[in-house]
């Protein structure tokens, strides 16, 4: 549960996970349990219900979850923070005011709204007690069909000293009050690398400890660079290949003993955030009772979304590689009807855009095996006005034809240039189309349609020309 740092906060809570809330009373059985009331559980518990179903949502903690409470809506309040308090002589009163969006975002995800749409919603801890039924607070909750969206939580390394110094995690940064002068940020991934600038930007001094060779791992090698470039422009140090041996306390400082590059450095730092990957929410939820297969990935689904229970399903980070919040919407709608309707939708065919939001963005869809085509922000007239050159635009698509298979963006605006090409590969619109497209002049998407020219000039074959010459000089 979330500490209350201020007033706010406690809206917050009020929203999400009210002190004086009364159990509902169980209906006989309910068309769908929903096990969790994150992102996926509120779009499946709200879906549901929008089509006439009986439903019941079980909360153990906040309504909303990562995403509200911790992830999506703070990270993104302070990295806009960040940028309109650069520098600030006053991090409490910035803070403040992540805390205080993030509370007037609350009432979309609160127990009020989702009580209203007709759900039951029960707050607690739910453990499946058999293949069709879950026990919350000593009441029994039937079901004809469930799904388990229970999310994630911080993975937290297993390194010598490092409990018993203390770190903070995404569910415990956005509640301090005083800027750390020094930061040690343990992983390099989005997290690690949106909130790094953002803590740089505000005035730390910001170390990010990268066990891979690279930031952004699972990003285009370019797109990481760009990033590792900026951030080292922007005062912070970064180190790769780094492996963290030990931490300790020295007064009111922690002290970090790690590897790099064949030596052994040492960092002092008032704050560490951990930062190093996410693991599933699947203890002590009764899955071996329902007969619910997991993993050290977390729960195992079909392509439906179906778990070795076929009455129950899973949606979210608990299941997905991709683990978004769109994502989790995404999976949500396809529950709803295969849980319901007998639906056979496929997850397989959904097309998944993601987004870091450091600056410059790193947006991506699809995969990148293939013909590439590739246009640099330096040749871009709004990136060249803006000053914003340190980035560029990739289309992927097959060997043969122009079917985009996938594309990487490194921009300002990256996360809504990105989406123009989702939909073309949704859609099954080819590259040669969005050369066709009218974009404003001068605009950062401006750079589709002109790597969509590069892929027409590829058709312009010898043979093409020799035609066209001869068709000019008939034409003289």
């Not at 929410?281 to 329902?290: D, S, T």
């Not at 076929?310 to 709608?333: E, N, S, W």
């Not at 497209?437 to 605009?443: E, G, I, K, Q």
Request: charge should be positive; hydrophobic fraction near 40%; proline fraction near 4%.
């Amino acid at each position: 549960m979330l500490i209350p740092a201020d007033d706010h906060d406690v809206r917050l809570i009020e929203n999400v996970h009210p002190s004086n809330y009364l159990q509902p009373v169980p209906a006989d059985r309910y068309h769908l349990v929903v096990l969790g009331g994150g992102s996926a559980g509120l779009v499946c518990a709200a879906a549901a219900a929008g089509l006439g179903a009986k439903v019941a949502l079980v909360e153990k903690s906040l309504m909303g979850g990562d995403c509200l409470n911790f992830g999506c809506v703070p990270s993104k309040a302070l990295i806009a923070v960040s940028k309109s308090w650069h520098k600030t002589s006053d991090f409490a009163e910035a803070m403040r005011r992540v805390r205080q969006l993030r509370a007037e975002i609350s009432p979309d995800d609160s127990v009020d709204r989702f009580k209203r749409l007709g759900v039951d919603i029960f707050l607690g801890k739910g453990r499946f007690l058999d293949a069709h039924s879950l026990g919350i607070n000593g009441l029994r909750v039937r079901f004809r069909k469930a799904v388990i969206a229970t999310g994630t939580r911080p993975r937290i390394p297993e390194v010598a000293g490092l409990k018993e110094a203390g770190f903070l995690t995404n569910e415990t940064i956005f509640q301090i009050k005083a800027l750390p002068k020094r930061l040690a940020i343990l992983g390099g991934g989005p997290v690690g690398c949106e909130l790094g600038q953002a803590f740089q930007r505000m005035g730390a001094e910001v170390s990010i400890l990268q066990r891979g060779n690279r930031l952004l791992p699972h990003e285009d090698p370019e797109a990481s660079g760009v990033l590792y470039q900026q951030l080292i422009k922007d005062g912070v140090m970064v180190r790769l290949g780094c492996l963290l041996e030990q931490v300790g306390i020295s007064g009111n400082s922690r002290r970090l003993l790690f590897r790099t590059e064949g030596r052994t450095e040492r960092l002092e730092v008032e704050e560490i955030l951990v930062a190093a990957g996410r693991e599933a929410n699947i203890h002590e939820i009764g899955l071996a009772e329902a007969g619910v297969e997991s993993s050290e990935e977390g729960i195992v689904v079909n392509d439906f979304l179906q778990t070795s229970n076929p009455d129950i399903y899973a949606a979210g980070d608990v299941c997905l590689k991709q683990k978004f919040t769109h994502a989790a919407d995404a999976a949500a709608r396809i529950v709803v009807q295969n849980a319901l309707f007998a639906g056979r939708k496929r997850m397989s065919r959904v097309v998944v855009p993601w987004c870091t939001y450091t600056s410059p963005e790193i947006a991506g869809v699809g995969r990148m095996t293939g013909t590439i085509f590739q246009k640099n922000l330096s040749e871009v007239h709004r990136a060249r006005l803006e000053g914003e050159v340190d980035g560029f635009i990739k289309i992927c698509v097959a060997e043969k034809g122009d079917k985009i298979l996938g594309a990487t963006i490194v921009a300002p605006h990256a996360g809504e240039m990105i989406n123009e090409i989702t939909l073309a590969m949704q859609q099954g619109i080819g590259l040669s189309k969005l050369s066709g497209v009218v974009h404003p002049y001068p605009s950062y998407s401006e750079a589709i349609r002109q790597v969509g020219d590069a892929y027409q000039r590829t058709k312009l074959t010898p043979g093409i020309k020799k035609i066209l010459e001869g068709w000019f000089k008939w034409v003289r």
